[in-house]
């Protein structure tokens, strides 16, 4: 095996290692048979809440432990493939199982920081809130490139998107859209990406095909369930409703279906215009205010009140977490971890990891200084 192949094996072994360390691994292998076996068990789904959550752990620890099982497995059966081709002087299947273990290197790298994502509610689907900047037609179209971007990158992840509410810019765009993102660790993923990012390019409005910067903002917080207690007095609130906008049918247009809650203490706003039913928006947004709320607390434990004020302050340049910069060069930075991308139409189009995975890490920076062992 040459030396180059020989390190990165070195440190792939080292990685899976930790992997394991971090996980519990025999802990876990405990807990997923004991999970597997409360699953069998006829009376669990007689309260269907904590049935839905024993298995939601089950499904977590089951597709850990199958990642880690087959970083083993494709490992070992690539080192078994260099050695047959060595012997019997198979260059191209040399050069086929070098380049797969290059490539899971890349795999375990991801699997680190999502095994990373320990946070109460990492694992739980996540509201995302998108809002305009000033600039009119400019930041609203550009709030209308983010939204696509985060539901490209949503889909790519295998992960369902639902639109929540939305107001349609003057001319082109949208002032402010809400969805729902539905796939496990949505919440995880997405956390770091609340804040404001920027847009410079030349503007498709513009008929002397001036320069501009766009701003709009992105607010990321948890779906929660029933078990995590959010006391909202009514007295503390203030409900609005209104016709939903845009495309609906006569319904939508003739009634005030869409209902928005105003939390007054925080002055945190949620609105739903998904259902036709005024009854049923009203659920989705207190369940939405609650989480908003949830996040607050969450954020505030973190010490992390800064990204608190993302869609309460000034959209403009002293709140931006990301440039994306079309004209006179092309290039995405994210201005709090450094890391680049000179395309911006991929990173338009839902190519985010990289950017998270900068974010989360430095998040968790000093979480992986586990010491390593070999593997069994």
Known sequence: MRTETASL??????????????????????????????????DLWENPQEAQKLMRERQTLEDSINAVNGFVQTLEDNIELIALGEEEGEEQIVKEAESAIRNLRGEIASRQVEMLLSGEADANDSYLEIHAGAGGTESQDWASMLLRMYTRWAERRGMKVEVLEMHDGEEAGIKSATILIKGQNAYGWLKTESGVHRLVRISPFDSNARRHTSFASVWVYPVIDDSIEIDIPESDVRIDTYRSSGAGGQHVNTTDSAVRITHLPTGIAVACQQERSQHKNRAKAWEMLRA?????????????????????GDIGWGHQIRSYVLQPYQLVKDLRTAVENPSPQDVLDGDLDEFMKASLSQRVEGSAGVEVADID
């Not at 992997?19 to 409360?38: M, S």
């Not at 908003?292 to 309460?312: F, G, H, P, V």
């Open 9 to 42: 094996v070195d440190e792939i072994r080292q990685a899976i290692s930790l992997l394991r360390r971090y996980f519990d691994w025999d802990e876990a292998v405990k807990r997923l048979d004991y999970l597997n076996a409360r699953a069998e068990d006829a």
């Open 292 to 312: 908003r709320l949830y996040e607050l607390e969450l954020q505030r434990r973190e010490e992390a009140a800064n990204a608190n004020e993302a869609t309460k």
